[in-house]
């Protein structure tokens, strides 16, 4: 079965500056990758997501993803943080190529300091 | 369009109570999700339905819970009776083939 780990719990970063949220997956077919991020008090929204194709995936609010499938990692990057990016960040997989069952991991806040 | 909608935001009930959360997906969406998350099991799928059809509710933590979807519009999460444990956020999101899922606000239940 698939599963999904985020190696850091919290990670604080100073405005403007690079961050980078890891992501590591387990699973021995094809899968479909996620980065969600939930604001405050708010419902999941879809940064990114890797299909097929280019390994370089990216996103909404300047956030892009690379797919390493021998180190079976989608981290999460951005080369500027801004204070609005202060939130928590999901990493997730598809069990197989399903759009349905996908496998949520534990979370990353990420808090970016003035 | 106006999102995945769910009502209410904040349930706060006593234990032994019936609970009914809803949810309305986004029009045209074929797929239909409840999720809870809580901070000690993070985020956990409990049921989800396609076309209307529950495909997998073996999530659903035990036989408190039911969920249905009458239509395309309109879904239902039931606890009954609830329990303290119950305590949690629990989204609704929906999707159609290609997308990610789009989620809803959430409501927040405080089973007393």
């Known amino acids: 079965a698939q599963s999904v780990t985020q190696l850091d719990s919290q990670v604080p970063v100073f405005e403007e500056a690079p961050v980078e949220l890891r992501c590591n997956y387990s699973s021995s077919v094809s899968v479909y990758l996620f980065w969600y991020v939930q604001y405050p008090n708010q419902g999941l929204q879809l940064l990114l997501k890797?299909?097929?194709?280019?390994?370089l995936v990216k996103g909404i609010n300047g956030f892009e993803a690379e797919f390493n499938k021998s180190q079976t990692s989608f981290h999460l990057r951005k080369p500027s943080v801004h204070i609005s990016d202060t939130a928590e960040y999901f990493c997730?997989?598809?069990?197989?190529?399903?759009?349905?069952?996908?496998?949520f991991g534990p979370g990353t806040s990420l808090s970016v300091i003035p | 369009d106006a999102g995945v909608i769910q009502s209410p935001r904040h349930e706060v009930t006593e234990m032994g109570q019936e609970v009914t959360l809803r949810c309305k997906p986004i029009s045209g969406h074929n797929s239909l999700f409840w999720y809870r998350q809580t901070m000690m099991r993070g985020l956990e799928l409990l049921i989800y339905f396609n076309n209307n059809v529950p495909i997998d509710d073996s999530g659903m933590p035990e036989d408190r819970f039911s969920a249905k979807m009458p239509n395309a519009s309109f879904s239902t999460l039931k606890i009954q009776p609830s329990e303290p444990r119950d305590s949690a956020v629990y989204f609704c999101?929906?999707?159609?083939?290609?997308?990610?899922?789009?989620f809803g606000p959430g409501t927040r239940l405080t089973v007393l």
């Open positions: 997730a997989v598809s069990e197989g190529t399903s759009y349905d069952k996908v496998i």
């Open positions: 890797y299909l097929s194709g280019s390994t």
């Open positions: 999101a929906s999707t159609r083939m290609g997308t990610g899922k789009f």
